[in-house]
């Protein structure tokens, strides 16, 4: 396998560094153009609850730390029921919004806090007050039906969505990094891509290298 020298890596990036310089200052400018003006401002708003186990729910052991951790394991078929259609449809009824149970369910993440008995609830949105409404809303359509089905009425609010202020995408300055340094690596390949394919010979240690050859002289180039 041939191998290359440092200095090689050198004079092949120093050649092509124009081209380089100019893949980073188009990839610098487009990446800005659309994290600027072209792509939507993305809003969160996140409301907290703290739910417990079922009313009737009764356990052998009445220690709080195995109680604790009953209602720990709970917290996950909650977060699946805040995901259901049911949930959903009455949600988008009282608000009346004009969504589609998968277009709102794309706007939601629900995470459980590890270790906790917390549930967040998160709402995505172009707009920051829909987002929040959302939010809230979603919040007290879960308790109800919580109650309703699951009878657990310890459960409560901890923290309601506030309107957010800043946007959480696209993240401008994060996207022009990125782009910056995508470009210098793709420069870098093109760079030692052309140079792979060049198969000219145009010093004498390139007839060494190519062919093998000693060289015995050289003409010089003589301007008129």
Known sequence: MEEISLREIYYILKKRMGMIIILLILSL???????????DK?????TTLMVGRPKDYVTENKLEYNELLLNQRLVSTYGELIKTRTVADRVIEN???????NQLREKLNVSLVK????IRISVIDTDPVL???IANETSEVFMETVQEIMKVENIQVIDTAQVP????????????AIAGVLAVMLGV????????LDTTIKTPEDVEKHLGL????SIPMVED
């Open 29 to 39: 400018a487009i990446s800005a153009v659309v994290s600027f003006y072209v792509l």
């Open 42 to 46: 993305q809003y969160q708003a996140n």
């Open 189 to 196: 390949f093109i760079a030692f891509l052309i140079e792979f």
């Open 131 to 133: 987002a929040a409404e």
């Open 95 to 101: 608000m009346g919004l004009s969504l589609t149970y």
């Open 165 to 176: 202020t800043a946007p959480i995408q696209p993240r401008p300055l994060m996207n022009i």
């Open 115 to 118: 270790d906790t008995e917390i």
């Open 214 to 217: 000693p060289v015995i002289g």
